[in-house]
């Protein structure tokens, strides 16, 4: 008996696939395990999913405890006796003419500079002829070897390297080199002697100049510097003369006494508070932000991991609380960041801006200058302890082995299971999925030999029939 209509293809080696073709029963088989498949992968969609959203979370708590992290180094920095070394400012009522510099230890007030004279080097200006051939040239007693056709910038540059030389090179035209002493200052006797072979260097008439000291009065007192940086003219300060003053008058050079630098403490003021901004409004971002209602895709499972988290929240009340908080043992008027400018409101009074609305620090300069002058001593103390509270703060939840970190690991912990779940599910549905495709395949086959059979009897029996 012959069978037609259908062809079945089954794989009899173990572990290949099998495939459902010709229809004999006139269903889609492969549609129709595709759709039992998909019913019964749907737990594990919902395991990714889920595995999706804890990765988000993760990452999401790994990047605020790394800001927090550097807030907290950030704040350490406030209880650091560095901060508040004194240190001696000096200053120039015209530093384009006078500047000046000091360590701790100059005489502290004010001093009246005049400059008469700059301190300059000597010079002398030579015409250059290149050499037809090998040369050379004789400075202070060193020689410098020159080559057929040498330029004068060449020998500038030879010049100019060379650490055993006194004076340094310039050519300033094609054929003009000026010569000048290294160090500025009179000079006793000759200077800049210079022999040449072949006439190489030919000095210019009346163009030789001797170097100068630099000629200034302190408070009146006369005196003179082969330099213009003069370190003895007032004890512990460095002047650095650049004009004359015979014009404009005598520069005010003003010492003030030792003290900590505002400077100093605005410059890492200024720093922590923009680290701090930058933190709580991240953190801000992640618990008001609202997961999607039906998620699509990976990005939008990993988004709002955190909506409402407590933990978070708790964290900001906090950090904002010892923002004004006072600290206890401290003393009224100095007892809170606050006292020295440090606060969530309006720098210069006035409404409250959408920032201070959100915890969003601000520094009044002023008043942190004001305090760290007037009284440095309580804004050390002040600042010690404020340091201190918030570091316990950030770290209750930020440093490692702690909450976070513990919430983190416990996200891979769950990742880590579902990935073996997931693996596991898949394994079971893909021999689930092999065994539907055999029982269609068995099923396809017997229908078509159902059907071939059905052909062949009702074929005998109308041949009968005629034959009858």
Do not use: C, H
Request: net charge negative; no cysteine; charged share 15%.
């Amino acid at each position: 008996m012959t069978t037609s209509g259908a062809s079945v293809n089954s794989a009899t080696s173990a572990g290949a696939p099998i495939s459902v073709s010709g229809l004999a029963s006139g269903l889609n088989t492969t549609s129709i395990i595709e759709a039992l498949m998909d019913a019964e992968r749907q737990p594990v969609t919902r395991l990714t999913d889920e595995q999706t959203k804890l990765k988000g979370e993760q990452a999401q708590l790994q990047s605020i405890q790394t800001s927090l992290q550097q807030v907290s180094f950030s704040v350490a920095e406030f209880g650091l006796p560095s901060m508040f070394e004194s240190t001696q400012s000096v200053t120039s009522s015209e530093p384009t003419r006078v500047t000046a510099s000091t360590s701790t230890g100059a005489g502290v007030g004010g001093y009246e500079v005049e400059v008469s004279q700059l301190a300059n080097s000597a010079q002398r200006t030579f015409a250059f002829t290149a050499p037809a051939g090998e040369a050379t040239v004789t400075i202070d007693g060193k020689e410098f070897a020159l080559k057929a056709g040498e330029t004068a910038a060449e020998l500038a540059s030879a010049i100019n390297t060379d650490g055993e030389a006194t004076v340094y090179a310039a050519a300033v035209e094609a054929g003009t080199i000026v010569l000048s002493s290294r160090n500025s200052g009179v000079q006793e006797g000759e200077f800049i002697t210079v022999s040449s072979s072949a006439g190489t260097l030919t000095e210019k008439a009346g163009t030789a100049k001797a170097g100068a000291d630099a000629e200034y009065t302190v408070d009146g007192v006369a005196g003179k510097s082969s330099s213009n940086t003069v370190t003895t003219a007032i004890p512990g300060v460095t002047l650095n003369l650049l004009g004359l003053t015979t014009v404009a008058g005598p520069v005010t050079i003003d010492v003030q006494a030792p003290a900590p630098s505002a400077t100093a403490a605005e410059a890492q003021m200024q720093s922590f508070v923009k680290l701090y901004n930058t933190t709580i409004k991240a953190i801000e971002t992640q618990i008001t932000t609202r997961p999607p209602s039906k998620p699509s895709t990976s990005a939008e499972r990993e988004t709002g991991t955190l909506y409402g988290d407590e933990e978070m929240i708790t964290l900001l009340d906090s950090m904002r609380q010892a923002m004004y908080e006072p600290i206890e043992g401290m003393p009224a008027g100095m007892s809170s960041p606050a006292d020295v400018g440090l606060s969530t409101g309006a720098p210069t009074g006035g409404a409250a801006s959408q920032a201070s609305l959100e915890g969003q620090l601000t520094l009044n300069t002023s008043k942190l200058t004001e305090a760290v002058k007037s009284n440095p001593e309580g804004v050390q103390n002040m600042l010690l302890a404020w340091s201190t509270r918030l570091q316990g703060i950030i770290n209750n939840v930020a440093e490692p082995g702690a909450t976070i970190e513990g919430r983190s690991n416990g996200d891979t912990a769950q990742i880590s299971a579902l990935t073996v779940q997931i693996s596991n599910m898949n394994e079971v549905l893909a021999a689930r999925e092999k065994a539907l495709q055999a029982t269609y395949a068995q099923l396809e086959g017997v229908i078509s030999q159902n059907s071939a059979q059905s052909s062949w009897l009702t074929s005998e029996a109308e041949s009968l029939a005629k034959n009858g």
